[in-house]
């Protein structure tokens, strides 16, 4: 019994320093290994690191020229977004600025406007906005949506405190808190929560983060296993496979030179990063590192099955990178998780970047607790079993495969001989 755990232990290192030894010679591996985990990261919450835009020059095409449209152009130009760049004699000298990349965007205010207003009617400003960059597009649409929810409350408010002035106009013991409350019974103040400033960073970083940990793993398991085929290296492990408990210890020995290269990184990612860039970091690090040891173990698991499907070291960069955008999506991050439909969201769940980013963003940016994401944490631990066990099966198979492609090639030898 000794013997033998002396054995798998001899076994797992061997793999562990022969597959340290293929990372480290590979420029490629290293590059999606190390190079693209530090820098690509930075890259991207430099991107977002303003979180949002200030002062987009939009242009503003006055059709109504009254009091109400020149105070509806006065409170969006105050905002902090938004920025009247002149005046346009009709839309298409407007767009005409919009395609010259002098405004962003364009504001129509119709002729009847203030006379719908009056009627108590509801009224209309039409925006037209670039959408060739989500930040100027935003700014944009949400300051003309607040301007326009703050001019219709005020318009109510004024309706609703002539009523109520009517209604007691006849009674002696009518206050002004009284006429306060009767025409504005519900008071309520905005306060944003997990996302103070409500900028793309603070949202989308820290999901961007945790795929970038999958996918770079994926990329650099593909790639070695690649190389591995190209070259007919697999022979190597077939003394490690005489039994079944030889796949344990090639899976276990490959997964260790992974995950020693990507704690760190893992570490650096989930806390470092947010941490440079001022990005929502509210979790406890204990939570956190429970999280992270399912997530490492399920992607590396994952990458090591994905690798198995990858003939040539080039494939696994097309696999990847082209599923990483709608991975992004999935995740319900980037899009509500309730309007995803169930295939889609059927299919989610074979990825670990799914629940990874899900559990990772309710830690760090919400401040959940382990309970608040039992559900995520049990499911990447149950893909972790299953990954590995499908792990082991694709490797017994590859050196089945690879067993008999030698038995062959001697079987032709002495044919020959």
């Given at each position: 019994?000794l ?10 290192c061997?793999?562990?320093r022969q597959?340290?030894?293929r990372m480290?010679?590979?420029?490629g591996?290293?590059?999606?290994f190390?190079v693209v985990?530090?820098?690509?990261p930075l890259l ?8 949002v ?5 939009v242009?503003?095409?006055d059709d ?13 130009d105050?905002?902090p977004d938004?920025k009247v ?7 298409d000298?407007?767009r005409?600025?919009?395609?010259r990349q002098?405004?962003?965007g ?16 509801q009224a209309?400003v ?5 959408m060739?960059l ?7 649409y949400?300051?003309a949506q607040t ?6 409350s005020?318009?109510?408010t ?6 109520a002035q ?6 002696k013991?009518?206050t002004?808190?009284?006429?306060e409350?009767?025409a504005?019974p ?5 306060v944003?929560?997990?996302?103070p ?13 945790m795929?970038i940990?999958?996918q770079t793993l ?6 070695l296993?690649g ?6 290296r697999y022979s190597?492990?077939?003394?490690f496979?005489?039994q079944?408990h030889g796949?344990?210890r ?6 260790l ?5 990507y704690i760190?990184l893992a ?5 470092v990063v ?5 990005f ?8 956190l590192l ?9 992607c590396?698991?994952f990458g090591?099955?994905?690798?198995c499907?990858?003939?040539?070291r080039e494939?696994?960069m097309?696999?990847?990178v082209f599923v ?7 995740s319900?991050?980037?899009w509500p998780?309730?309007?995803i439909?169930?295939f889609?969201?059927?299919?989610s ?8 980013i899900?559990?990772?963003?309710r830690?760090n940016?919400?401040?959940?607790s382990l309970?608040?994401?039992l559900?995520?944490?049990?499911i ?6 299953v990954y590995?066990?499908?792990a082991?099966l ?6 089945h495969l690879?067993?008999q492609?030698v038995?062959d090639r001697?079987a032709?030898m002495k044919?020959?001989?």
């Open positions: 019994m013997k033998r755990a002396v054995e798998s232990i001899n076994d797992t061997f793999i562990w597959e340290l030894k480290f010679k590979d420029e591996v290293i590059i999606f190390i985990p530090l820098l690509y991207y919450s430099w991107i977002y690191n303003n979180e835009v200030h002062e987009v020059p242009v503003v095409v109504c020229h009254t009091a109400l449209s020149r105070k509806f152009i006065r409170q969006c105050a905002s938004v760049l002149c005046y346009a004699a009709d839309i000298e407007a005409s600025l919009v395609s002098l405004a962003k364009v504001y129509v205010i119709p002729s009847d406007f203030e006379t719908r207003l009056n009627r108590m009617e209309t039409t925006v037209y906005c670039d060739s989500m930040l100027a597009y935003k700014a944009i949400q300051t301007v326009s929810q703050q001019m219709g005020e318009v109510t004024k309706l609703s405190t002539l009523n009517l209604s007691t106009l006849n009674s013991f009518s002004l808190r009284e006429e409350i009767t504005r519900l008071d309520y103040d905005e944003a929560i997990f996302n400033s409500g900028g793309y960073g603070s949202s989308l970083i820290p999901a961007v983060l795929l940990l999958q994926v990329l650099g398991i593909g790639m296993a190389t591995s085929r190209e070259e007919n190597n492990l077939i003394p496979s005489r079944y796949m344990f090639i899976v276990s020995g490959k997964a030179a992974y995950l020693m290269v760190p570490a650096y990612l989930a806390l947010p941490w440079m860039f001022g929502p970091a509210i979790g406890h690090w204990q939570t429970a999280m992270m040891i399912p997530y490492l173990l399920d590396t698991f090591m099955v994905v690798s499907m990858v003939r040539y494939n696994v097309l696999l990847m990483s955008i709608p991975l992004l999506f999935l319900g991050v980037s998780q309730t309007s439909p169930g889609w969201q059927g299919v769940w074979l990825f670990p970047s799914t629940f990874g899900r559990a990772y963003v830690v940016s919400m401040g959940c309970s608040d994401i559900l995520e944490y049990q990447l631990w149950v893909q972790t079993v590995f066990i499908l082991c694709v490797y017994r198979y590859q050196i690879t067993r492609a038995r001697v032709r044919a020959k001989l």
